[in-house]
């Protein structure tokens, strides 16, 4: 039937994104986590990932509010877009309804993306387990929410492939911001 159709479709998918998270992982902890860095418009990249990606974010009550100053940046788009779909499932599943802020540009030599919302908020000593796989803020969250418990952590490793980083910080909104940082320059990865 259709529905019966529909529900394996939906298993199918998630076993996929569990297979690529798992081997973006172990790609990274192999130092084999290869880039494609080019010249890239932030701005633009995060446009077209939130316009798919905003209905989900609607259902889910929440509204995107940008924050996208004309920005090049030096990365690997792909790699970009998976982080940002990442961040965004994040804050769907775990974020109060509201505004979800996007913010990519670049400062200082810096490419910056981050991703923030109006809460519940991470303790500080859960912010710095966040990247860890299979780690959860919260014990009660069950893995039959539809998480793996892996995007935090490909979100990290792919920061570390561009050199750089990624943290969790309190919103000025009051819940959570998830940023990461790297160096604007050519010929890595």
């Keep these: ?13 998630g076993l996929s994104r569990l297979i690529e998270d798992l081997r973006t992982l172990g790609l990274s902890e192999n130092g084999q986590l290869h880039l494609q ?8 990249e995060v446009r077209q990932v939130v316009d798919l990606y905003e209905p989900a974010m609607r ?3 929440q509204r995107p509010e940008l924050d996208l100053p004309p920005a090049r940046g030096h990365c690997d788009p792909v790699r970009f877009r998976q982080v940002l779909l990442a961040l965004l499932d994040n804050a769907r ?37 966040m990247f860890e796989a299979f780690w959860r803020a919260d014990a009660s969250r069950s893995r039959d929410g539809g998480g793996s418990g892996l995007g935090l952590a490909v979100v990290s490793a792919i920061a570390r492939a561009h050199q750089g980083h990624a943290v969790c910080v309190p919103s000025p909104l ?9 160096p ?6």
């Design 93 to 129: 599943k775990h974020a109060v309804p509201g505004i979800v802020r996007i913010h990519a540009g670049v400062a200082d030599g810096r490419c910056v993306l981050r991703v923030e919302d109006e809460g519940p908020g991470v303790p500080a000593a859960a912010a710095q387990r």
């Design 59 to 61: 259902a889910a009550g």
């Design 37 to 44: 860095i080019v010249s890239t418009d932030l701005a633009q």
């Design 174 to 182: 009051g819940g959570t911001a998830i940023e990461l940082s790297w």
């Design 184 to 189: 604007n320059a050519v010929g890595r990865g």
């Design 1 to 13: 039937s259709p529905a019966l159709f529909g529900k394996l479709l939906s298993q199918v998918e």
